[in-house]
């Protein structure tokens, strides 16, 4: 499989080549030229095992690339958790994707892509530094998939005293391959320090950096797979619907992606929180980008998805796309009271993101009885613990995996918010 340019669909370049460079020279983001056609994995798919599915369908994307012992062994290393499919009640059914390492749905796309740079980095025998800069989440996925990976170093810029204790934690207790870099600023001027690295020619003819944007195709990819891997869980006549808390639009994008490949899902809700971008666009037909604004859902706080791009490509026009996506914005309240109903009600605690998609689907479900509801949980409720235990008024149980950080001594590196004293950092440490 070929990738191109949304941009240009005449610029071609191998999976390999969309990996490493991430975005295209012309702005656009790496698309597959061909959406494969998986309708004949779909009868029978309840016999197949997540790695069984994963395979199959990541098989038809790097194949170019890849040898199918390869690919077999990025499964292995990345696929190494579940994603069950949980009944609320009735018909609706939430999709757990925070069984990972850091408990939120991103550690599928930042293993799956660790372990595909993994083997390139191999193949080209050199050192690679990967650079981000974080709020919070997204650093915490990328540093734990690459962790330990051989070759490969990743350097994570976090505002100093402006991420939670337990992602502070998650960036700076892994040790090895991994260096936290604490920046007395806020997250915009980490992410400036990172791109004026990335256009500096006197480091970059020393040292080998590269990035591990969260639209990297590679994070997309095996996004898809759980898809897959929720309707194979599922035993149902219904028509499915499908909603999906959105921020930047990857998951949803992936979501719409494996329903091209042939998954027989009737229609996605794109739920979002106050920052209502999308479906501002949807009612009124003009794309205007907002600044975001924060929220209890704070991982979906984004005012221009980057991802839409690609959700256009795939349809010709926006009456085409309505068809399949209804787009939805809902509150904090509205959010605050769903974590408090559903605990009640059904016994079953949802972190805020999570919740956000509960609302876009019970919303759905309001006006369209007779279908088999899913909504996507990004994250686990204990990763928000200090603001969910004061609206619950109980104790959240710490998942073990979490409980080991919180013992462990944060190490990181202090840096004042000045490139001169990053490009020093880096130049010493690095090669
Ligand atoms: C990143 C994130 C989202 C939003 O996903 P997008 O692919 O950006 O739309 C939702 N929930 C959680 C917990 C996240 O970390």
Not at 104 to 126: C, H, I, L, P, S
Not at 346 to 360: I, K, M, R
Request: aromatic residues 10%; hydrophobic residues 40%.
């Amino acid at each position: 499989m070929n990738f191109y340019s949304t941009k240009n669909r005449g610029l071609k370049v191998s999976f390999r080549e969309a990996l490493m460079k991430g975005m295209p020279d012309d702005n656009g983001l790496y698309m597959p030229e061909k959406i494969p056609d998986h309708r004949s994995l779909i009868k029978g798919i309840e016999k197949l095992n997540f790695q069984d599915i994963s395979f199959v369908l990541a098989k038809s994307f790097l194949n170019n690339n890849f040898s199918n012992e390869e690919i077999e062994e990025i499964i292995d290393k990345s696929i190494t958790f579940d994603s069950p499919l949980v009944n609320i009640i009735d018909n609706i059914n939430i999709l757990e994707l925070f069984h990972g390492p850091t408990l939120a749905f991103k550690d599928f796309g930042a293993r799956f892509m660790a372990r595909t740079m993994e083997k390139v980095v191999a193949y080209e025998n050199q050192e690679l530094n990967i650079l981000v800069a974080t709020s919070g989440d997204t650093g915490s996925a990328v540093a734990n998939g690459f962790y330990n990976i051989e070759g490969i170093n990743v350097i994570i810029l976090y505002p100093s005293n402006k991420v939670s204790i337990i992602q502070e934690k998650q960036l700076t207790t892994l040790d090895k391959n991994i260096y936290a870099l604490e920046i007395k600023g806020t997250f915009d001027d980490c992410q400036k320090l990172v791109k004026q690295a990335f256009i500096d020619k006197n480091l970059k003819s020393k040292i080998n950096v590269s990035s591990a944007n969260s639209i990297n195709i590679a994070r997309l990819i095996p996004q898809s797979f759980y898809y897959f891997n929720a309707y194979s869980q599922l035993n149902s006549n219904k028509s499915i619907v499908v909603s999906v808390p959105s921020g930047n639009f990857g998951n949803i994008t992936a979501g719409i992606m494996a329903k091209h490949m042939g998954l027989p899902i009737f229609r996605f809700i794109a739920s979002t929180n106050a920052n209502n971008t999308v479906p501002q666009f949807f009612s009124s037909g003009k794309y205007k980008p907002q600044s975001s604004v924060a929220t209890i859902s704070n991982a979906m706080d984004v005012g221009n998805p980057s991802n839409l791009n690609r959700i256009m490509d795939i349809y010709n026009n926006i009456d085409a796309l309505k068809n399949d996506l209804e787009c939805w914005s809902f509150s904090d309240l509205e959010t605050i009271n769903t974590i408090v109903e559903t605990l009640g009600n059904n016994n079953y605690l949802l972190d805020p993101h999570s919740a956000v998609g509960l609302l876009g689907l019970r919303k759905y479900m309001g006006k369209n009885k007779n279908i088999e509801g899913i909504f996507l949980g990004t994250a686990h409720p204990a990763k928000f613990s200090d603001f969910i235990e004061k609206e619950i008024n109980q104790k959240i149980n710490i998942p073990n995996r979490l409980k080991k950080i919180i013992d462990k001594e944060k190490k990181s590196t202090l840096l004042n918010n000045n490139y001169p004293e990053f490009s020093d950092y880096l130049l010493s440490n690095f090669k």
